[in-house]
């Protein structure tokens, strides 16, 4: 009797929870264990997590996080799983041993909901200063080093006084600016936006 409950006890699913589990115990492992079929999906797309211009301090430890709930799911569900079955019974509660799926999802989507509503997720020129990157409208934004118009620096512009005017126009304390170009002539301190037409620029 006692062999015959010990060769029982050495299948896989009793291996994994670590003494014999019940039929549905066993059909949820089984079902858990074949998640790792779509393993190497998730595996090859998360690869391409990292297909950005630029990260931040921010970004880097979400895309880490991401990355590794997926990538290293085959080498923690076994002990997941066992800890999970050891504290439903040490709580009382047989149902939440079948809530363990969650925990992988809620880390994960944790990572990617961090990211999604970061500050800092939204697209930057590369080499820019995230500390202090700061989009004004549209079409500029700066940072302590650089004033840039459309993800590109704009030559020649001062960060420290570089003010929008509106979508298109800009000045700093040496020049007015329409988009990308230096409008040649025009006094930064007195400058008026025009109502309608496109003064006379030269190109930075």
């Not at 290293?72 to 997941?80: D, T, V």
């Not at 704009?154 to 040496?174: R, W």
């Not at 025009?186 to 496109?198: L, M, R």
């Amino acid at each position: 009797m006692y062999i015959e409950q010990e060769n029982k006890s050495k299948g896989l699913t009793a291996r994994i929870l670590g003494e014999q589990p019940t039929i549905l115990q066993k059909i949820f492992i089984w079902f858990m264990l074949l998640t790792l079929l779509l393993w190497p999906i998730g595996f090859y797309v998360s690869i391409f997590f990292w297909d950005t211009s630029g990260q931040s301090s921010i970004d880097e430890i979400c895309l880490w996080g991401a990355t590794l709930t997926i990538r290293l799911y085959p080498i923690y569900l076994f002990p997941l799983i066992r800890l999970w079955f050891k504290l439903s019974k040490k709580v009382g509660k047989s149902w939440l041993f079948y809530l363990c799926p969650l925990i992988p999802m809620a880390v994960f989507f944790l990572f990617v909901v961090t990211l999604a509503l970061s500050a800092y997720v939204e697209r930057k020129p590369k080499g820019c200063d995230f500390s202090t990157y700061k989009r004004l409208n549209e079409a500029y934004a700066i940072d302590i080093n650089h004033v840039y118009c459309d993800y590109e620096i704009l030559e020649g512009a001062d960060p420290s006084t570089f003010k929008v005017l509106n979508e298109h126009y800009a000045t700093d304390m040496h020049h007015v600016w329409f988009n990308d170009n230096i409008i040649e002539g025009a006094e930064p301190t007195t400058f008026v936006i025009p109502n309608g037409g496109i003064p006379n620029q030269r190109k930075t």
